[in-house]
């Protein structure tokens, strides 16, 4: 029996190793505490799970979703209005996505092919790289440098690159080093992708897990924008609703027709309860968030003065849900320097390099932990000998 060639391409996601080396360490019954995670692990607000449930008693939800996807859509657009000062026409230019990772598999699937060319931030969520070579494309790597602000240096692509580039992958605020995107960069992103034909997919994962009164802008709100790519949202990290699978791609229509083209292959449209609970997320009160937000700011604190306090260099981030931190002079290795500190004090922090070469030298540590668990954390890292 045989297997597709293009799974070769795939290699198996470091996050497997991870769970073996936190299991041999509890197994030695150590009580490990794991700084890994991107999965929000505060509740859905109550109003919009009750949205939900009432929902799942209508037949009319039980059938396929198909008539009601234009609400979603509205409330996207809606959502869009309201947060971003961004207009959409929701027949055309809004998408549903069961979570970003749908339009990030499916786009690749969309625009690449043998021969092209993905230029991919590096480091950067490891999906991106994945998706374009599972649709058999080639990436390019941009590196984040911290002397440009995490920004990548557009001018330094080669023309050969250039001329087989299909698309640009960006994520501001960037997971993992928790940079963030001015309007000016964004400008010039769309010129540069006017100049070289070049769709742009922006993913802004995280435009609303914020702090310090910052608030992230979306890629369309910028001139131009729409007419070179698109945006992708989600409402697992914004509404702590990563279980429930639900994203949007928003932007060039075209694209978006292309993608939905993708997508209809693989996919039936959204839970319909799943879509009411959206709508409801989207379009009632959210000022929740910044209690919400509030708290996650405090764990920041946590983590980033437990980490300065050991002698890791870094930037406060102002959104996502990671610390990026770099490591000591004296260490240069970012999976040995992870499993030294697993070893020695049971907490698990990840490996920069589980982002790409380019996140040698790093650390990432997430705050999606209670704070007694941060504390906990942080007090056995002041132990590590290091
Ligand atoms: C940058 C980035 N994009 C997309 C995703 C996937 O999110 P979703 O739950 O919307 O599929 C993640 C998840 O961690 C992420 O960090």
Not at 162 to 182: C, H, K, S, V
Request: proline letters at 6%; aromatic letters at 10%; hydrophobic letters at 45%.
């Amino acid at each position: 029996m045989k297997y597709a060639e293009r799974l070769q391409e795939v290699k198996r996601v470091h996050w497997h190793m991870v769970r073996k080396l936190i299991n041999a360490k509890e197994a030695q019954g150590v009580k490990t505490i794991s700084l890994a995670s991107g999965n929000p692990d505060l509740p859905t607000p109550p109003a919009i799970v009750e949205a939900a449930r009432e929902a799942l008693r209508d037949p009319t939800f039980h059938r396929y979703p198909f008539s009601y996807q234009t609400r979603y859509g509205a409330a996207v657009a809606s959502w869009y209005r309201d947060r971003f000062d961004v207009e959409l026409n929701p027949a055309t230019e809004v998408r549903h996505l069961a979570g970003s990772q749908e339009g990030i598999g499916n786009l690749a699937l969309t625009v690449m092919e043998p021969g092209a060319v993905a230029l991919i931030p590096a480091p950067a969520y490891d999906s991106y790289a994945r998706a374009t070579r599972f649709a058999g494309g080639e990436v390019y790597l941009l590196p984040l440098k911290a002397e440009n602000d995490f920004l990548p240096d557009l001018t330094a692509i080669p023309a050969d690159v250039l001329d087989r580039a299909r698309l640009l992958w960006l994520n501001y605020p960037n997971n993992p080093t928790g940079a963030i995107a001015p309007l000016v960069f964004f400008e010039e992103v769309v010129a540069f992708a006017k100049r070289n034909g070049i769709w742009v997919c922006h993913d802004n994962a995280y435009s609303d897990v914020s702090f310090d009164g910052y608030k992230a802008p979306s890629f369309l709100a910028v001139d131009g924008a729409r007419e070179v790519g698109i945006e992708l949202n989600t409402l697992s990290k914004a509404f702590n609703m990563a279980g429930w699978r639900l994203g949007m791609a928003v932007g060039n229509p075209e694209l978006l027709n292309a993608l939905a083209f993708v997508s209809f292959n693989t996919s039936m449209g959204l839970f319909g309860p799943s879509q009411i609970a959206a709508i409801e997320a989207l379009t009632a009160d959210q000022s929740w968030m910044q209690e919400r937000n509030e708290r996650y700011r405090k764990r920041r604190d946590i983590i980033v003065d437990g980490l300065r306090a050991i002698g890791l260099q870094l930037q406060r981030p102002r959104a996502t849900l990671y610390i990026w931190a770099k490591l000591p002079p004296a260490f240069s290795d970012s999976l040995e320097f992870s499993k030294g500190v697993l070893d020695q004090t049971g907490v698990w922090i990840t490996s920069g390099t589980f982002f790409g070469p380019a996140g040698e030298g790093y650390v990432r540590a997430s705050i999606t932990l209670s704070t007694e668990d941060l504390i906990e954390a942080m007090e056995r890292l002041q132990t590590l000998k290091l």
